[in-house]
C-alpha cells in the first residue's frame, strides 16, 4: 500500500508502524530477534531496522515515536545505512505505550500541518 503518511512507535523489542493517508490506514508489527532488551546482537537490530525500512516503503513522511533510545539509534542507523529512509522522517517525539488506534491519532494531528502545506502552494 503507497500511502503519504506513517507513525513508527518503536522500543528495542518491537516496531508499530502505522502508515495512512486520507482514506486508508495500515498497521504493521515487527518484532526483533534479539530476546536482550537494550543490548540486542548488531544484527539482529540491522534486521529489525531492515524489517522497519520495508514496512515505510511507500511513505513521504515519518514521525518516530517510542519511550526510550530506541527510536534515535533507528534514526541514526538510517543516516548511515538507508539515506533515503532518513529523509523521510522528520521528527521524533516521546511517547509511552499508545494503541495502533492512538498512534494514528497522534500522527493525524501533527500531520494536519504538512496536509495544509500541500493543498496551498503558496506554503511550499
Avoid: N
Avoid at 548511515?80 to 521524533?92: G, M
Avoid at 511517547?95 to 492512538?102: F, M, V
Wanted: include cysteine.
Amino acid at each position: 500500500m503507497s500511502t503519504f503518511h506513517a507513525i513508527v512507535w518503536m522500543d528495542h523489542q518491537e516496531a508499530h508502524v502505522v502508515m495512512f493517508d486520507r482514506e486508508h490506514v495500515e498497521a504493521q508489527r515487527i518484532h526483533s530477534r534479539s530476546h536482550h532488551k537494550h543490548q540486542g546482537k548488531a544484527v539482529d537490530a540491522v534486521a529489525f531496522y531492515q524489517s522497519i525500512v520495508t514496512a515505510l516503503k511507500g511513505t513521504h513522511e515519518v514521525l518516530l515515536t517510542g519511550p526510550g533510545l530506541a527510536r534515535h539509534d533507528f534514526r541514526t542507523w538510517c543516516t548511515a545505512h538507508e539515506p533515503v529512509t532518513s529523509a523521510r522522517i522528520v521528527d521524533s517525539i516521546t511517547t509511552d505505550h499508545p494503541s495502533d488506534a492512538q498512534l494514528a491519532a497522534l500522527a493525524r494531528q501533527y500531520f494536519k500541518k504538512f496536509d495544509a502545506m500541500e493543498s496551498d502552494p503558496s506554503q511550499v
